[in-house]
């Protein structure tokens, strides 16, 4: 949905807010003041029925609006899941194309992959059986090969990669 749909909708609904407080205000006000006898003179009758059915279909319309909300956000959010399931799959993919055109070796993905899953060398090194110096070299050696300097820097570059390629959600505008 384009910004210029959005607004009048929105507008809509601050309005229909807005009926709704000022509705439930006179209805509590009618109540507390009969109660509390803090009333001294009635509004007409008129008055008094014109505010209640403008007040009551202020309420009626904000709760089908409501249901109508809470159901589109439904909607979205199982969009966004399924985006976000897509994203993940793209990602691996996106990961193992990169690793091939860097040329990193079998090994060299794997150290790779757990220092984006940020594991320290020492964790590394327990995982696969070496020495902690081994994935030190090995670190580096896939950081000459990728043109990066650090672990960080090898996890933004596929996240920028990948937000690169991601436009919003359908129906998001």
Do not use: C
Not at 24 to 30: H, I, K
Not at 61 to 75: F, K, W
Not at 77 to 104: C, P, S
Not at 123 to 135: D, F, N, P, V, W
């Amino acid at each position: 949905m384009t910004k210029k749909k959005k607004l009048p909708r929105l507008f809509a609904a601050y309005v229909l807010l807005a009926l709704q407080i000022v509705g439930s205000l006179f209805f509590m006000w009618s109540l507390w003041s009969e109660i509390l006898g803090f009333r001294q003179e009635a509004l007409p009758w008129e008055y008094q029925e014109l505010i209640q059915m403008l007040a009551s279909l202020a309420m009626a319309l904000g709760a089908v609006v409501g249901v109508g909300y809470v159901r589109t956000n439904y909607q979205r959010l199982d969009r966004v899941n399924t985006q976000v399931k897509a994203m993940a799959g793209q990602f691996h993919e996106l990961v193992a194309i990169q690793f091939e055109h860097w040329g990193l070796s079998n090994s060299e993905q794997s150290i790779a992959t757990y220092t984006m899953k940020r594991f320290s060398n020492a964790e590394i090194a327990k995982l696969r059986g070496t020495s902690e110096s081994t994935i030190k070299s090995q670190l580096n050696a896939i950081y000459r090969r990728t043109g990066l300097a650090n672990r960080q820097q090898l996890t933004t570059f596929f996240i920028e990669e990948l937000l690169q390629n991601v436009g919003p959600v359908a129906g998001d505008g």
